[in-house]
């Protein structure tokens, strides 16, 4: 059983106005007859329009986020990787350590005699 519809079913314009390259607005979702033609629309008609708005902006977001997790992505990659030149280039100057340098550790503790235990 369907319920009816008390009200008109508002126009889901946001004022944006500009559609993407697959002749979508932006703003709504609507493509360009459903915009041109809603006022003419059935109620029924208007409906899945508004359905097909709301599939079409939460795709457009997760594509949206999906490409601005690649490129966060991309430029911590991109700081790993100079971070990891900068030691390079730190170690080239240095030289190679001596075979004393290269054992310690820095997380070695100090020696401590067993006389000077309390």
Not at 85 to 103: I, K, M, R, Y
Request: hydrophobic share 30%; aromatic share 8%.
């Amino acid at each position: 059983m369907y319920q009816i519809e008390a009200f008109a079913i508002k126009n889901p314009c946001r004022g944006v106005c500009e559609s993407n390259n697959a002749g979508f607005c932006k703003g709504c979702g609507r493509n360009r007859d459903e915009r041109f033609y809603w006022g003419q629309l059935p109620e029924y008609k208007k409906r899945r329009i508004l359905e097909l708005c709301s599939l079409r902006l939460h795709k457009w977001q997760l594509l949206q986020n999906r490409a601005a997790r690649a490129l966060q992505l991309r430029k911590s990659q991109n700081q790993v990787e100079e971070l990891l030149a900068v030691q390079q280039n730190l170690l080239d100057e240095q030289g190679s350590p001596t075979t004393d340098q290269s054992q310690r550790s820095i997380f070695s503790l100090p020696q401590i005699a067993p006389e000077n235990m309390e």
